[in-house]
């Protein structure tokens, strides 16, 4: 008791805050009566999100701290990653709050908040891991919550096909990333990170170095799932397509942040400064770093190149979704051109949190009120609601790129980080340039359904207050961060640093 009470519980307050809302959610779900209106558990899911949100400001400017013998880690990259996965999440929750399919979902609505408050929880566990086991129960509280998430949807077929191939590739990754694991355990005789790096400082063994490869390259493989990066992403479209369309949209954003979360964690953290050849002339990321610049590289290709023939509004968002993977990729196989490690995939994932989340508020509303996920249901909607329209047009702008928007800043932060990089990344940058361009045919197909497609019905549009609050919040990030940019960078230089604790 007295070894218990001498841990620094603060650190945990979020989590705990979490945690104890999605119980409170699972009891009220069990016990209310059937004809009680389960929306109102998402105000519920909101106060307990904004809470942990508040609290977590409030550890901000605080030394490290670690605990349960260095397995939970708070320090300046888990606050700031935990900062997204809230704000994400928030946004997410009111899209449910607004989601009401054809065939309804009052059954089942509350079984929905709960979950997903699970694995947000397995997601901010693994923001403050220090340790391969606090790692891998986070990433299995995350993956099982989603698996569950994607079926949702009982009586719809294309959602238990979602779910079905959900969790067989998520299986099949998860087994690759924990061989991968057992390489590192096995190799170091611990699963404590800091433990591990400071143990492969000194190996120049060539034998020793071609296994810790062998365990880089598993564990790159099962994360390479986890994000939907080519040639790994094959689930991603029937999933994205098949789950209600909250739970795309928390796949696209807060899986894959939490996603670049653990990469960050495993993969950086361990390998940025063991040695790569027998002399420790390069160190392993330098030396093997063109691997994950090819990933980034056909990810990048695959998904704007395979959008172009899609005519279903969420399968064209799944590859756009793997598109914008292999952009944070670059980011991450340039190291961020050195100064800027995680400031460059930081900005452009709180981007991509605004621009993708608004799109989706736009294509739930869409969806659900016609039954259709055709990009023709697009057609002028300027003439319907030309509000909606506009703000639907300033999310495709972000995510093709264009000035003026957070997304141009994020791209243009990750190619000028890959030119900057020593030796420079000139071939990757170019690629992510040219399939930008490719992404223009794409996203501007989108604004030409409506601006100048003829509407099949002239019924205005209402917005649900959720919806409207996501979108209202989303635009005016985007705008926001792209005509301003220093305004998060500068909030991020000046509670976090250069984020040196990380590597402690």
Same mark, same amino acid.
């Given at each position: 008791?007295?070894?218990?009470?001498?841990?620094?519980?603060?650190?945990?307050?979020?989590?705990?805050?979490?945690?104890?809302?999605?119980?409170?959610?699972?009891? $009220?779900?069990?016990? &209310?009566? *059937?004809?009680?209106?389960?929306?109102?558990?998402?105000?519920?899911?909101?106060?307990?999100?904004?809470?942990? $949100?508040?609290?977590?400001?409030?550890?901000?400017?605080?030394?490290?701290?670690?605990?349960?013998?260095?397995?939970?880690?708070?320090?300046?990259?888990?606050?700031?990653?935990?900062?997204?996965?809230?704000?994400?999440?928030?946004?997410?929750?009111? !899209?449910?709050?607004?989601?009401?399919? *054809?065939?309804?979902?009052?059954?089942?609505?509350?079984?929905?908040? %709960?979950?997903?408050?699970?694995? !947000?929880?397995?997601?901010?566990?693994?923001?403050?891991?220090?340790?391969?086991?606090?790692?891998?129960?986070?990433?299995?509280?995350?993956?099982?919550? =989603? %698996?569950?998430?994607?079926?949702?949807?009982?009586?719809?077929?294309?959602?238990?096909?979602?779910?079905?191939?959900?969790?067989?590739?998520?299986?099949?990754?998860?087994?690759?990333?924990?061989?991968?694991?057992?390489?590192? %355990?096995? !190799?170091?005789?611990?699963?404590?990170?800091?433990?591990?790096?400071?143990?492969?400082?000194?190996?120049?063994? @060539?034998?020793?170095?071609?296994?810790?490869?062998?365990?880089?390259?598993?564990?790159?493989?099962?994360?390479?799932?986890?994000?939907?990066?080519?040639?790994? #992403?094959?689930?991603?479209?029937?999933?994205?397509?098949?789950?209600?369309?909250?739970?795309?949209?928390? !796949? =696209?954003?807060?899986?894959?942040?939490?996603?670049?979360?653990?990469?960050?964690?495993?993969?950086?953290?361990?390998?940025?400064?063991?040695?790569?050849?027998?002399?420790? &002339?390069?160190?392993?990321?330098?030396?093997?770093?063109?691997?994950?610049?090819?990933?980034?590289?056909?990810?990048?290709?695959?998904?704007?190149?395979?959008?172009?023939?899609?005519?279903?509004?969420?399968?064209?968002?799944?590859?756009?979704?793997?598109?914008? &993977?292999?952009?944070?990729?670059?980011?991450?196989?340039?190291?961020?051109?050195?100064?800027?490690? $995680?400031?460059?995939?930081?900005?452009?994932?709180?981007?991509?949190?605004?621009?993708?989340?608004?799109?989706?508020?736009?294509?739930?509303?869409?969806?659900?009120?016609?039954?259709?996920?055709?990009?023709?249901?697009?057609?002028?909607?300027? *003439?319907? @609601?030309?509000?909606?329209?506009?703000?639907?047009?300033?999310?495709?702008?972000?995510?093709?790129?264009?000035?003026?928007?957070?997304?141009?800043?994020?791209?243009?932060?990750?190619?000028?980080?890959?030119?900057?990089?020593?030796? +420079?990344?000139?071939?990757?940058?170019?690629?992510?340039? +040219?399939?930008?361009?490719?992404? %223009?045919?794409?996203?501007?197909?989108?604004?030409?359904?409506?601006?100048?497609?003829?509407?099949?019905?002239?019924?205005?549009?209402?917005?649900?207050?959720?919806?409207?609050?996501?979108?209202?919040?989303?635009?005016?990030?985007?705008?926001?961060?792209?005509?301003?940019?220093?305004?998060?960078?500068?909030?991020? #230089?000046?509670?976090?640093?250069?984020?040196?604790?990380?590597?402690?």
């Amino acid at each position: 008791m007295e070894t218990m009470l001498s841990y620094d519980w603060g650190a945990m307050t979020p989590e705990f805050i979490i945690f104890g809302t999605a119980v409170l959610l699972s009891i $009220f779900d069990l016990f &209310a009566p *059937k004809q009680f209106n389960r929306r109102l558990l998402a105000l519920l899911g909101l106060t307990g999100i904004i809470l942990a $949100f508040v609290s977590l400001l409030s550890l901000m400017g605080q030394e490290t701290i670690s605990i349960l013998y260095d397995t939970f880690k708070l320090d300046s990259f888990a606050i700031a990653f935990k900062l997204l996965l809230l704000a994400g999440s928030a946004l997410v929750i009111l !899209l449910a709050h607004s989601y009401e399919p *054809k065939e309804g979902m009052q059954e089942y609505r509350g079984e929905f908040y %709960y979950l997903f408050l699970a694995a !947000l929880l397995g997601a901010m566990i693994m923001s403050s891991s220090g340790d391969l086991i606090t790692l891998f129960v986070g990433l299995e509280l995350l993956s099982i919550s =989603s %698996y569950i998430l994607a079926g949702m949807r009982k009586k719809n077929l294309q959602s238990n096909e979602s779910a079905m191939k959900y969790i067989i590739n998520g299986g099949i990754s998860t087994a690759v990333t924990l061989f991968g694991m057992s390489y590192l %355990y096995g !190799l170091t005789g611990t699963t404590n990170l800091k433990e591990m790096s400071e143990g492969m400082v000194g190996v120049f063994d @060539s034998q020793f170095q071609y296994l810790f490869g062998l365990a880089f390259f598993m564990i790159l493989v099962g994360l390479s799932f986890k994000i939907a990066a080519a040639p790994f #992403h094959m689930w991603a479209p029937d999933v994205y397509q098949g789950a209600p369309t909250p739970v795309t949209a928390f !796949l =696209s954003v807060i899986s894959k942040t939490a996603g670049f979360v653990i990469i960050y964690r495993i993969l950086i953290s361990l390998y940025i400064t063991a040695p790569g050849d027998s002399i420790g &002339a390069l160190t392993f990321l330098e030396k093997n770093g063109v691997y994950l610049a090819f990933i980034a590289g056909i990810t990048m290709i695959t998904g704007n190149v395979i959008a172009l023939r899609q005519r279903n509004i969420k399968r064209l968002f799944a590859y756009s979704s793997i598109a914008q &993977a292999g952009y944070v990729l670059v980011a991450v196989a340039t190291l961020g051109g050195g100064a800027f490690l $995680f400031d460059t995939v930081w900005f452009y994932l709180l981007a991509y949190l605004l621009m993708n989340l608004g799109a989706l508020a736009v294509i739930q509303l869409l969806t659900d009120r016609s039954g259709s996920e055709d990009v023709s249901e697009f057609s002028g909607l300027y *003439k319907r @609601s030309p509000v909606l329209s506009v703000t639907m047009a300033i999310f495709i702008l972000s995510l093709a790129g264009i000035p003026g928007t957070a997304g141009f800043i994020g791209k243009l932060n990750i190619i000028l980080g890959a030119f900057a990089a020593e030796p +420079g990344h000139y071939v990757l940058a170019s690629i992510m340039m +040219g399939v930008t361009v490719v992404s %223009y045919f794409y996203y501007f197909g989108i604004m030409t359904q409506m601006f100048f497609r003829p509407s099949a019905t002239n019924e205005k549009m209402k917005v649900p207050g959720g919806i409207a609050v996501v979108l209202t919040v989303c635009a005016a990030g985007t705008v926001l961060f792209g005509i301003a940019p220093n305004l998060p960078l500068d909030f991020l #230089h000046g509670h976090f640093g250069d984020f040196s604790d990380f590597f402690e």
